[in-house]
C-alpha cells in the first residue's frame, strides 16, 4: 500500500532502537489487516521521552510502543495507566484517545477524518502476558513452583518479577548491576506477593529458569549478563534471554553448549506486539503473519 495524506502512525521508541524487529512485524500485520497506518521506529534519549509522547500525541498517531530504557519513566508520563500498567509496574504500549460525541474516551481509529483537539495517552502493559506465553510455547514452562533467576531490575525485569510471583512460582532470585534497585523491586514483589519467596543475589542452588532481562547482548562486546564464577549456567535446566537480535546471545551460546534448553525473544516480541495491535486497532491480530515476518527479519536479514 502507498503512502498518503491519510496515513496513521505507530511507533516504537527506545534506545537503541535499529536492532528492532517491530516495524518488520507490525507493517506485515498492518498489509494484511487492509489498514492503512505504518509502522516506525525512532531512537529517542531516556531525557527526551516525553517530549517524544507529547509529539506523537500531537501528531495523531493511533499508538506507540515502548522499548529499553522507557517503560519504567512512561508510568509518570501518560495520562492514564491501564490496569495492566499499574499490575506489571511498566509502560510498553500507549494508545493514544479522544472523547467521542458522548464525551467518552475512544481510540483514535474511531475517528477516521479528524479528532477533537483533546487527546490522551493510555499506557497499557504487554510485555507480562506475553512473557508467560513464550516460556510456555517455548520451553514448555509450567511456572507454577519453579525456581527462577532474574537478570535485571528495569521496565523488562520489573513486568516479569509480577508475572513470574502472580505464576505462584517457589522462589526467584534478582540480580542487578546497581543492587538498590534489585532491593527495591524485590521489596515490592514481597508486599504484592507475600507467598513467593524473593532474594537478592545468586542463589547457591541449581534453578529451573535463568531468565536475562537486561540489555546485555546487544552489542557485539557485551559481557555475559551473568556472573559465571558466582552462578555456573550449568546450574540451571532452562534459559531465555528476552534479546532477539542477535538471534543466540553469547548467553544463550554458553547455555546451549552447557546443555540447557534454551529460547530467545521472538515469541515474547510476537505476542507482545499482537496484543499492543488489537489494543489500537480493535480486530485480533494476524499472529503468524507477524511470526513469518519476525523470523525473516531476524533469521534471514
Known amino acids: 500500500m502507498s503512502l498518503n495524506a491519510a496515513t496513521r502512525y505507530c511507533a516504537v521508541v527506545g534506545h537503541p532502537i535499529r536492532h528492532s524487529a517491530s516495524p518488520a ?3 506485515a500485520a498492518l498489509t494484511e489487516l487492509g489498514l492503512d497506518w505504518r509502522y516506525l521506529a525512532f531512537d529517542v534519549l531516556p531525557e527526551r521521552l516525553s517530549e517524544a509522547i507529547a509529539g506523537a500525541k500531537a501528531m495523531r498517531f493511533i499508538g506507540l510502543n515502548l522499548t529499553v530504557p522507557h517503560k519504567l519513566l512512561a508510568l509518570e508520563m501518560v495520562d492514564v495507566l491501564d490496569e495492566s500498567a499499574r499490575k506489571w509496574g ?3 504500549t500507549i494508545r493514544f484517545e479522544a472523547r467521542d460525541g458522548d464525551g467518552a ?11 477533537p483537539d483533546e487527546i490522551r495517552s493510555h499506557g497499557f502493559n504487554t510485555d507480562a502476558a506475553a512473557l508467560s506465553q513464550s516460556l510456555k510455547e517455548d520451553l514448555g514452562l509450567d511456572l507454577s513452583g519453579t525456581t527462577v533467576l532474574l537478570l535485571g531490575a528495569g521496565g523488562a525485569a520489573s513486568a516479569a518479577a ?18 538498590s534497585k534489585a532491593l527495591a523491586l524485590a521489596e515490592e514483589v514481597r508486599r504484592r506477593h507475600p507467598g ?5 543475589g545468586y542463589p547457591n542452588q541449581p534453578v529451573d529458569l535463568l531468565l536475562n532481562a537486561t540489555s546485555l547482548g546487544l552489542k557485539l562486546n557485551d559481557p555475559l549478563p551473568l556472573d559465571i564464577a558466582k552462578f555456573p549456567v550449568t546450574q540451571t ?46 480486530t485480533p491480530a494476524p499472529r503468524e503473519t507477524m511470526r513469518a515476518a519476525l523470523r525473516k527479519n531476524i533469521y534471514e536479514s
Request: glycine content about 6%; charged content about 20%.
Open 25 to 27: 512485524m507490525h507493517n
Open 90 to 92: 511498566a509502560v510498553n
Open 105 to 115: 474516551w475512544q481510540p483514535l481509529r474511531a475517528f477516521e477524518h479528524s479528532a
Open 162 to 179: 509480577f508475572k513470574l510471583a502472580s505464576e505462584k512460582v517457589a522462589a526467584l532470585h534478582l540480580v542487578n548491576r546497581t543492587e
Open 196 to 200: 513467593v519467596r524473593v532474594s537478592c
Open 237 to 282: 535446566r532452562a534459559v531465555y534471554d528476552m534479546i532477539y537480535r542477535p538471534a543466540e546471545t553469547p548467553l544463550l551460546q554458553t547455555a546451549r553448549a552447557a546443555g540447557c534448553r534454551t529460547a530467545n525473544g521472538l515469541g515474547m516480541l510476537l505476542h507482545q506486539g499482537a496484543d499492543a495491535l488489537e489494543i489500537w486497532s480493535g
